[in-house]
């Protein structure tokens, strides 16, 4: 039974940082694809960041390209996100996600795959 616990989550001024974690267990091997979404109020669902946990390649959304960098920390078994230079529109609720890949795999994570959902954690931007 796979679990993911985000934390990081809180208020900051425009312009300021955050680094949001999540923590995975009960994964059945270590070939996973974990990535981050946000949703704000009134939005749609859309994806942020993702990592390979294997292959290590990464995806990061236009809007966020050289303000945020997703990594893993594989002595805490945790994806991290850190938020550099957040705006008002980054406000919104950051959920952790994975889902298993084929070991070997060398693809970048496929952002509709994703079936492993945290709780998320609220990011406000003011």
């Known amino acids: 039974h796979v679990q993911l616990v985000e934390s990081g989550g809180d208020s900051v001024q425009a312009g300021g940082s955050l680094r949001l974690s999540c923590t995975a267990s009960?994964?059945?091997?270590?070939?996973?694809?974990m990535a981050w979404f946000r949703q704000a109020p009134g939005k749609e669902r859309e994806e942020v960041a993702a990592?390979?946990?294997?292959?290590?390649?990464?995806y990061i959304r236009d809007s966020a390209q050289g303000r945020f960098t997703i990594s893993q920390d594989n002595a805490k078994g945790a994806i991290d996100l850190q938020l550099n230079s957040l705006r008002p529109d980054d406000s919104a609720v950051y959920t952790c996600?994975?889902?298993?890949?084929?070991?070997?795999?060398?693809?970048?994570?496929?952002?509709?795959?994703?079936?492993?959902w945290g709780q998320g954690t609220q990011v406000t931007v003011s």
């Open positions: 009960g994964y059945r091997g270590s070939s996973y694809c």
């Open positions: 990592i390979h946990l294997i292959n290590g390649r990464t």
């Open positions: 996600a994975a889902h298993p890949t084929d070991p070997g795999y060398l693809g970048r994570c496929r952002m509709t795959d994703f079936r492993y």
